[in-house]
């Protein structure tokens, strides 16, 4: 291999080392730096740089263990723990304005502002909590006719790749004690992961029936 090449697979290590830093999702961070890790210790052992050879497979020692550790902690309830709050409690309204710009981007009809009807009577609000960080919000509405029509089903950035807003459809007995018999998504989503909770869809919705 040239000295030209060995300095390209250096560059592209670094700079993936780089990239990796940018990222929000904890799970894209630790997945980029275990391949930048990998890809630079295979450069310094090229050059027989030892120290920092050893260093980088520490380094995806360490990625590959969070890495295990995240992906077991996906589908795992007992991680994180849903919270039903008042649509008008102080803590969901700072967490709703803390990420007002992000939720617009997902959900731009969506309004909780004071007096817009975002939220208010008939709606419903779960925080998804892991540990003591809240790491998304679902906001639900009763039509009235027995449909729950979600509203906002956000997750923070940092736990995107989670989708840990599917531990509210889960516990169904939040929706039966209401008297809802299904629950309807909003129409639009970007990569929804409902189909994997058994919802079907409809038109540009995802449907679910709430057992009796």
Same mark, same amino acid.
């Given at each position: 291999?040239?000295?030209?090449? @060995?300095? $390209?697979? %250096?560059?592209?290590? =670094?700079? *993936?080392?780089? !990239?990796?830093?940018? #990222? /929000?999702?904890?799970?894209?961070?630790?997945?980029?730096?275990?391949?930048?890790?990998?890809?630079?210790?295979?450069?310094?052992?090229?050059?027989?740089?030892?120290?920092?050879?050893?260093?980088?497979?520490?380094?995806?020692?360490?990625?590959?263990?969070?890495?295990?550790?995240?992906?077991?902690?996906?589908?795992?309830?007992?991680?994180?723990? @849903?919270? $039903?709050? %008042?649509?008008?409690? =102080?803590? *969901?309204?700072? !967490?709703?304005?803390? #990420? /007002?710009?992000?939720?617009?981007?997902?959900?731009?009809?969506?309004?909780?502002?004071?007096?817009?009807?975002?939220?208010?009577?008939?709606?419903?609000?779960?925080?998804?909590?892991?540990?003591?960080?809240?790491?998304?919000?679902?906001?639900?509405?009763?039509?009235?006719?027995?449909?729950?029509?979600?509203?906002?089903?956000?997750?923070?950035?940092?736990?995107?790749?989670?989708?840990?807003?599917?531990?509210?459809?889960?516990?169904?007995?939040?929706?039966?004690?209401?008297?809802?018999?299904?629950?309807?998504?909003?129409?639009?989503?970007?990569?929804?992961?409902?189909?994997?909770?058994?919802?079907?869809?409809?038109?540009?919705?995802?449907?679910?029936?709430?057992?009796?």
């Amino acid at each position: 291999m040239t000295s030209w090449s @060995v300095q $390209a697979l %250096g560059w592209a290590g =670094s700079a *993936l080392l780089v !990239f990796s830093l940018l #990222q /929000a999702r904890v799970l894209r961070f630790r997945l980029l730096n275990l391949v930048a890790s990998c890809t630079l210790t295979v450069f310094n052992a090229m050059l027989m740089v030892w120290p920092m050879v050893a260093m980088n497979l520490v380094i995806a020692g360490i990625n590959v263990w969070f890495i295990v550790r995240l992906v077991r902690e996906r589908g795992d309830e007992k991680v994180y723990e @849903v919270v $039903a709050v %008042g649509p008008d409690e =102080s803590y *969901l309204q700072h !967490f709703l304005k803390v #990420q /007002a710009a992000d939720i617009a981007r997902y959900f731009p009809r969506f309004d909780a502002s004071p007096g817009t009807g975002g939220l208010g009577d008939g709606r419903s609000a779960y925080l998804v909590e892991r540990g003591n960080e809240t790491v998304g919000v679902v906001v639900v509405r009763d039509s009235g006719d027995g449909i729950a029509r979600v509203e906002l089903d956000y997750v923070t950035p940092r736990f995107r790749d989670f989708s840990p807003g599917e531990f509210v459809y889960r516990s169904s007995g939040m929706f039966r004690g209401k008297g809802i018999r299904q629950i309807v998504t909003p129409s639009g989503m970007v990569n929804p992961y409902y189909e994997r909770l058994g919802f079907r869809p409809e038109g540009d919705h995802w449907v679910a029936d709430v057992p009796a």
